[in-house]
Nanobody, 123 residues
Framework: QVQLVESGGGLVQPGGSLRLSCAASGFTSDYYAMSWFRQAPGKERGGVAC????????TYADSVKGRFTISRDNGKNTVYLQMNSLKPEDTAVYFC????????????????WGQGTQVTVSS
């Protein structure tokens, strides 16, 4: 059974940091590009960051470039999202996803999704 389980979300003050983790099971995650998406209330789900199978390629949404870093440990079947300098507009549910095609921030190409973890940035 394929599972992606996110963790690490929570409440943080503006300017703070959080590290999200996504543990994959039931499939060989190093055959897949992995990404983080987010969805705020009333908004569409959008891509945040993507990392290719061997970590050679990373892609970021313009809104998070220079603040967020995606990484992966294929030995642990885990993907991470280090989020620094957080802003209130980063508040959303963050989802982990896996795709068998190349790295992309398009929702439609993803095969597997996690249930999400809430990130709230507020003073």
């Amino acid at each position: 059974q394929v599972q992606l389980v996110e963790s690490g979300g929570g409440l943080v003050q503006p300017g703070g940091s959080l590290r999200l983790s996504c543990a994959a099971s039931g499939f060989t995650s190093d055959y897949y590009a992995m990404s983080w998406f987010r969805q705020a209330p009333g908004k569409e789900r959008g891509g945040v960051a993507c990392i290719s199978r061997r970590s050679y390629i990373t892609t970021y949404a313009d809104s998070v470039k220079g603040r967020f870093t995606i990484s992966r440990d294929n030995g642990k079947n885990t993907v991470y999202l280090q989020m620094n300098s957080l802003k209130p507009e980063d508040t959303a549910v963050y989802f982990c996803a896996a795709t068998s095609v190349s790295c992309s921030l398009r929702v439609a190409v993803y095969d597997y999704w996690g249930q999400g973890t809430q990130v709230t940035v507020s003073s």
